[in-house]
């Protein structure tokens, strides 16, 4: 069975690269005109729509598809904790040897009252494990740390290295689910564009 994640479209925390993490901020103008270019690749075809219970997810899902999504808490965003609202260089500039101990910990990084990345590997499995049954296709709006520990997860990408798999925007991801077992098929394949879809 086919299964699409992409990220939500662009918010105001996003363009000054604040964590969000679960403050549930909405899109911005800017990011539903994003949302409001793409479609989803034929192979989605009447998809099952899910998404991440916060805003910025739920308001992607229904741009992107016309109907209300499921609502699945799995898909939400990683708890950044204390840190919420913070940006990479606030952290590394306040907290300096602190901070560096704590990057280096890769997928067991955990930000003070937050979840780390393993933490959000083992509910985003739990996820795919509830999907594997679905009868078609599914398509889901999430977050780009989830989607970051997702790569961890099948690539065997420690979050201290350089990542194997660059996660550009404007795209989606599809992956193979099947009697318990994960594959990515295909990561970044291009939301296909109002000025790409062919003539009604």
């Known amino acids: 069975m086919i299964v ?4 939500h479209g ?6 000054v690269r604040r964590m969000q993490g679960r403050a549930d901020v909405p899109l911005s103008d800017a990011g539903r ?3 409001a270019s793409w479609r989803l690749p034929r192979v989605l075809d ?5 998404a991440s219970p916060l805003a910025r997810a739920l308001e992607t899902a229904r741009l992107l598809s016309g109907t209300d999504p ?11 904790g204390i840190w919420e609202g913070r940006t990479f260089e606030q952290l590394r500039t306040e907290l300096g040897p602190v901070y560096a101990v704590a990057e280096a910990l890769g ?47 099948l690539t065997g990408w420690d979050m201290v290295s350089k990542s194997p798999v660059k996660l550009l925007p404007d795209s ?22 109002m000025d790409d879809a062919p003539p009604q």
């Open 46 to 50: 009447g998809a099952c729509m899910m």
């Open 172 to 193: 989606v991801h599809l992956f193979e689910a099947h009697r318990g077992r994960l594959r990515a098929i295909e990561w970044n394949v291009p939301l296909r564009t």
């Open 4 to 7: 699409a994640l992409l990220r």
């Open 33 to 35: 005109a994003q949302v």
């Open 107 to 153: 997928v067991d990084y955990r930000p003070p009252g937050g979840e780390s990345p393993r933490d959000v590997q083992a509910r985003l499995l739990r996820w795919f494990a509830r999907v594997d049954s679905a009868s078609g296709p599914v398509a889901a709006v999430t977050h780009q740390g989830v989607l970051r520990a997702l790569v961890a997860r």
């Open 10 to 15: 662009r918010t105001e925390w996003n363009d």
């Open 70 to 80: 499921l609502v699945e808490p799995d898909l939400v965003e990683m708890d950044w």
